[in-house]
């Protein structure tokens, strides 16, 4: 069973969101002694009576609203479902005869073929193999513009005006939404040269209040784009490098071994999801006007449009690169100073109140103060990643408030693509070829959450640890695994791919929760006692795999077994050398038992997950930041020092590219709302531009 997850204010990130919530699935299994598997909250046809009475009641109310012409507006069609040996392809997002056939079943229309394909268009398109269906199906959700309909077609007046909203399947509205990106947003809302301002929104100031943007990844650079356009002075600052010299390191790393302590996987233009898979789906309202907005934004930049319609968009490392020079070029025709390789040492701090930076050379030795520089803001947009963990400990000397927060770990498990894609599709697996056939290369999502005496073996962990959530994590389809590592004495991975998903392998990280109670023996450190934790199991993957950035690896078959595997490993997409290791070992004993039991729970959802040819990776332990800075949830701003303001997946405060792209969105409104540029809400002037329609978000 599935727990469905509410829509989250995009101001207003909890921790459980920062730390990528799940859904959580349970099925009766016991193949260890004392294990419990807990029963998530009853979903569907299985909810109590006094649940779907509650739940028709707010169908009714949200329903109740009267069509006044049914000769105009807009109907939305969701859950159209299209046979996959019928559809056209993942690639076509047109309108097609058998999309037409499922739209007349709706309408109750008789002829499909006279439904004129003008009327409709594609507003998402999914695939879905569930084996609870009688066959793999494209599940399609269409707007029908009723007054472009009855022109082309009059006879359909007679279906349209017996037509009935159903909550997320028919859903009706006067106007069409006409979703825009933030660029275009912004430029609506600037001030004209007779003084109008469309929005009352945006103000005019000649003297250009100076910000700095700290990091480069999605929150840095939406934060630099809204404050840029709205008239601050924008300094830029990045540890790393532009993308094409990162490129050029990255590829160092990989074929000679060379790691740049401020240029690799993790630091650069883009952040850590540049080279990762570029996943785009988010869990705070795929249909919101600030998710829309971001997606829009990157298509203005050179991303595919197919992105606003993919029900699971993805980029790819190959796509984010030319996306994020476009990005770069319109920030610069704007007047935002970007520095690379600059990397952030102290804050200027007077009376409570951040005043601006010092900053020095990447290149040169961290704290040298004869190449540091003092730069003077008059606010600073802290949009770092979590692996800045220098960052972290200069904030704590500053006694900014930062509190531990829960995130996962475990190990990166990597199949032959072709087992997955037979695992998930059966017979339709010979339709993936490479990642141009008529389906998506599969992939898959799992979540346990599991329990036991047993789990709570280790002294210093207080009662109720041992409840934790197993989970895939960051599953790239057709990827590689990658080296994430940003110190030679730390070992950590993570997956990546491009975007076509071709290589002939499938990774996903399997994580376990773990929450600031278990750092108990790392407490000296305070906040930051999960980022020590974090090291020490980086550092004993370094010394299992040998140095060199070779990682240890152990087949499934033999990690469940608590036995070394032969000299002889399967092939594995890490292109830096695997060496066998008791990877069983790595983590304390409750670890991984969860990790196994998990394993064997999910073979039961996948029959042929554990298999020989399936090896682990370790370690992953990056999964999310494991501190949060304290802000304020109006204003984006910390809640001990005044003018400074952390964004993003680093702060605590998002879980991917899309959710910290929306962070610094806000963030970059709520500042200019400080600086006086700009005088009303945030929510306003993104419906002026895309109006909330009261449809079911997915």
Same mark, same amino acid.
Request: proline content about 5%; overall charge positive.
């Given at each position: ?82 046979? !996959?040996?019928?559809?056209? +392809? ?6 097609? $005869?058998? #999309?037409? &056939?499922?739209? /007349?079943? *709706? ?104 910000? !700095?943007?700290?990091?480069? +990844? ?6 630099? $784009?809204? #404050?840029? &356009?709205?008239? /601050?002075? *924008? ?464």
């Amino acid at each position: 069973m599935a727990i469905s997850t509410p829509t989250y204010h995009p101001l207003h990130f909890s921790p459980t969101i920062a730390t990528r919530r799940i859904h959580l699935h349970t099925i009766p299994f016991t193949p260890r002694k004392a294990l419990l598997t807990r029963c998530a909250r009853r979903t569907g046809k299985q909810r109590y009576p006094s649940e779907k009475k509650k739940l028709e009641k707010i169908k009714k109310a949200l329903l109740k609203t009267e069509i006044p012409n049914r000769e105009e507006g807009y109907w939305r069609l969701s859950k159209l479902s299209v046979p !996959a040996h019928k559809d056209p +392809g993942k690639d076509f997002v047109g309108v097609s $005869l058998p #999309l037409l &056939e499922a739209i /007349a079943k *709706v309408l109750k229309f008789p002829v499909a073929p006279m439904l004129p394909e003008e009327a409709f268009t594609v507003v998402r398109k999914s695939f879905d193999a569930r084996k609870v269906l009688k066959e793999p199906a494209f599940v399609y959700t269409v707007d029908m513009d009723v007054k472009k309909l009855l022109h082309l077609e009059p006879r359909t007046w007679d279906f349209i005006s017996h037509l009935e909203p159903r909550l997320g399947i028919v859903e009706y509205r006067e106007d069409e939404n006409a979703p825009t990106d933030l660029v275009d947003i912004l430029d609506k809302g600037k001030v004209k040269v007779d003084g109008s301002n469309p929005f009352n929104g945006f103000a005019y100031s000649e003297k250009r209040p100076r910000v !700095a943007v700290v990091g480069s +990844g999605p929150s840095g650079l939406f934060a630099a $784009l809204v #404050l840029g &356009e709205i008239g /601050a002075d *924008v300094t830029l600052i990045e540890r790393g490098q532009p993308v094409e010299q990162r490129g050029r390191d990255i590829g160092a790393l990989i074929v000679r071994k060379i790691l740049s302590s401020e240029s690799n996987f993790c630091f650069g233009e883009g952040g850590a999801g540049t080279w990762s898979d570029g996943k785009l789906v988010t869990r705070i309202g795929r249909n919101s006007d600030s998710v829309q907005a971001v997606l829009k934004t990157l298509v203005q930049f050179g991303a595919p449009p197919n992105i606003l319609v993919d029900g699971k968009p993805h980029l790819g490392t190959d796509r984010l690169v030319p996306l994020l020079r476009n990005f770069r070029h319109y920030l610069l025709e704007l007047g935002v100073d970007i520095n690379f390789n600059t990397r952030l040492d102290n804050l200027v701090v007077e009376n409570g109140q951040v005043k601006g930076v010092v900053v020095s050379n990447a290149k040169s030795e961290p704290g040298c103060n004869s190449d540091q520089e003092k730069l003077l803001f008059d606010a600073v947009v802290l949009a770092v990643g979590h692996s800045a963990r220098d960052v972290y400990s200069m904030l704590l000397q500053h006694n900014i408030e930062m509190v531990p927060k829960n995130f996962a770990v475990g190990l990166r498990i990597e199949h032959p693509q072709e087992l997955i894609n037979s695992i998930q599709y059966s017979e339709l697996a010979n339709e993936v070829q490479g990642g141009r056939g008529r389906i998506p290369v599969a992939d898959y999502k799992v979540a346990k959450y599991v329990g036991g005496d047993e789990f709570n073996t280790e002294s210093s962990f207080e009662s109720g640890v041992e409840n934790r959530s197993c989970y895939s994590f960051c599953m790239c389809p057709g990827g590689q695994v990658v080296l994430t590592s940003t110190n030679p004495s730390e070992l950590c991975i993570n997956g990546m791919s491009f975007s076509r998903r071709a290589s002939k392998w499938a990774n996903s990280a399997l994580v376990v929760t773990v929450s600031s109670d278990e750092f108990y023996s790392f407490r000296s450190h305070g906040p930051l006692a999960g980022v020590e934790f974090q090291r020490e199991f980086e550092r004993r993957a370094a010394e299992m795999g040998g140095g060199n950035f070779v990682v240890p690896a152990q087949r499934v078959t033999d990690f469940l077994a608590e036995t070394l595997s032969g000299t002889s490993l399967p092939a594995s997409s890490y292109r830096l050398g695997v060496k066998a290791s008791r990877l069983h070992n790595m983590f304390p004993a409750h670890i991984t038992k969860a990790l196994q039991c998990s394993i064997e729970m999910f073979d039961k959802e996948l029959p042929g997950f554990i298999t020989t040819d399936a090896l682990l990776h370790g370690v992953e332990t990056r999964t999310s930041s494991p501190v949060q800075i304290s802000r304020q949830a109006d204003t984006c701003e910390s809640t001990s020092l005044k003018g400074l303001y952390p964004i993003g997946e680093g702060a605590g405060y998002s879980g991917g590219i899309v959710s910290a792209a929306v962070d610094g969105m806000f963030c970059g409104f709520a500042l200019a709302k400080q600086l006086s540029l700009y005088r009303g809400d945030v929510e306003l002037v993104l419906r002026k531009a895309q109006k909330q329609t009261g449809f079911v978000k997915y």
